[in-house]
DNA sequence: TTATATTTTTAGACGCATCTAATTATTCTC
DNA sequence: GAGAATAATTAGATGCGTCTAAAAATATAA
């Protein structure tokens, strides 16, 4: 069994092998750690078999180190979509709980929240939920961006989750699952005209749209 | 903020004190640890404020250490709810996972786990569950041992909850908020003829009727 | 390609929560 | 109330996860 601490490295690990490779000090910075630290953690989760890591050369995972860092990610957005599903927090203020609640050891637990909620897809950021055999369904999204005028789609992820960005789509009612109609693109400044289910069309900047994921509708 | 270990060491004394003194020895049998380890925890529990404690005389807990162990019952209690009444987990199998959830930080998530359970005033196990301000709404229950044939009670709690007590119930259909009409009493053994809500009635036998808490129904 | 800058690792220390062993208080018993 | 039994505390050690400082390996640039 992992201690919390352990825990925290390996999905790190994972999280940053995800767009290239997991650096000593990457792992740090996203630990608010030293790197000495890092390093030493390193050495014991390989030494537990859940890591291949080789000094100065760099770490991967083992296929039980993936196993166990996919678990936690699913553990964390399960427990995402709950409080904002099931308790009415806002999208932007799970991270934390969601962090604390992911180190729960309980198998059962995971399983019977997951059917509790419907074995949900996607966490409320758009982010595929692991099922318990740590596969992923993937959707074809593409950026909004890519979209042209006519086009129906619905809002499938939210690629920066910065506090501000959250509260602007917030604003305009849009989440999650929201549908969207393009009804026209302006080429001058890349902007968008967009008209949800219901309610008044507006306008969408360039830097919103390119954050947005959507899927046909 | 409190460490784990601070917490649970803290919900020791607060027990204890409920059915007399919390002596060093008990904390430590409670928490499978020496008295040697608890004994520095009392020492720095007093140290940020939360308890009386003088070597050798004994402890108790001062306003705040009482306000702090009392929220954690609260936690523990609505977890436990949580656990049973929306993810259908037995009722005698919740215990340890509540242990572990009773640490989560986050006020805003208490309160909102409390409104998503419909603010209840008891637990699974009957037990009271603390409100927001610490308070405990009390009910007169009595032993259903004491009750005479033609009553109409409504099980509040179980004092003992042992695997064997709680299967044997569960075995019986019986669970907190179970309904009972006592038919009949016999005295050379104790035992009691009982009919729930819906089905045929049975037998209870002495040892089960005295760990039976019930209410007026 | 050699010097310099960066990254990573190692070595040694610290705080925390625990332990064992030894010591000190308190309580019980005759 | 004195000695024995029990309970509680202190002292010192250990494991874990972190830190700082120093050394080693790798990468960059003139």
């Given at each position: 069994m992992l201690t919390r601490a352990e825990e925290d490295h390996l999905k790190a690990v994972h999280r940053l092998l995800e767009d290239g490779i997991a650096s000593t000090n990457a792992i740090a910075e996203r630990l608010s750690t030293k790197t000495s630290s890092v390093t030493v953690m390193l050495q014991k989760l390989t030494e537990k078999g859940l890591l291949n890591y080789q000094p100065y050369k760099g770490v991967t995972l083992t296929r039980e180190g993936r196993e166990q860092a996919v678990a936690l990610v699913r553990k964390h957005r399960l427990w995402e979509t709950f409080l904002v599903?099931?308790?009415?927090?806002g999208w932007d203020e799970v991270h934390e709980v969601a962090e604390q609640l992911?180190?729960?050891?309980?198998p059962k637990l995971v399983d019977k929240l997951d059917d509790f909620l419907?074995?949900?897809?996607?966490?409320p950021h758009g982010d595929p939920i692991p099922g318990k055999d740590g596969k992923v369904r993937l959707r074809q999204t593409k950026r909004l961006e890519m979209c042209g005028p006519g086009e129906s789609v619905r809002?499938?992820?939210?690629?920066e989750t910065t506090d501000g960005l959250l509260r602007l789509l917030d604003s305009r009612g849009l989440r999650i699952g929201s549908y969207l109609h393009v009804q026209d693109v302006h080429v001058f400044d890349g902007s968008m005209d967009v008209k949800p289910k219901t309610g008044a069309p507006f306008n969408l900047s360039k830097t919103v749209i390119h954050h947005l994921q959507v899927e046909p509708a």
């Open positions: 599903e099931q308790l009415g927090f992911e180190h729960i050891q309980s419907g074995n949900p897809a996607f966490d809002i499938a992820a939210v690629s």
